[in-house]
Nanobody
Framework: QVQLVESGGGSVQAGGSLRLSCAASGYTYSRYCMGWFRQAPGKEREGVASIDSDGSTGYAHSVKGRFTISQDNAKNTLYLQMNSLKPEDTAMYYC?????????????????WGQGTQVTVSS
């Protein structure tokens, strides 16, 4: 059974940093995507950053240069380092995975989701 458990969210002031973690268990995929997505109240879920099993990464334009996605395969953990946070980054952040490569930025193609972790950035 696939399980994704996010942690690391919290409340910070604008300009601050947070590192989100997503502990994955219950599967082993050789070809996959993993991604971070977020959803603010009243808005659709959007892609933030993703990583393909070949190591290639992708970022939303709004976070490029501020956020970094990485993974530790030995620990089966996905990370999102978030720097220079802005109030508009406030949202529930989710990690997700799918056992296929490609189109990693599209949330509707993912099979498995974590429960989310809240990030709140105050001005």
């Amino acid at each position: 059974q696939v399980q994704l458990v996010e942690s690391g969210g919290g409340s910070v002031q604008a300009g601050g940093s947070l590192r989100l973690s997503c502990a994955a268990s219950g599967y082993t995929y050789s070809r996959y995507c993993m991604g971070w997505f977020r959803q603010a109240p009243g808005k659709e879920r959007e892609g933030v950053a993703s990583i393909d099993s070949d190591g290639s990464t992708g970022y939303a334009h709004s976070v490029k240069g501020r956020f970094t996605i990485s993974q530790d395969n030995a620990k089966n953990t996905l990370y999102l380092q978030m720097n220079s946070l802005k109030p508009e980054d406030t949202a529930m952040y989710y990690c997700a995975t799918k056992p296929r490569r490609g189109l990693c930025e599209r949330p509707n193609l993912y099979n498995y989701w974590g429960q989310g972790t809240q990030v709140t950035v105050s001005s």
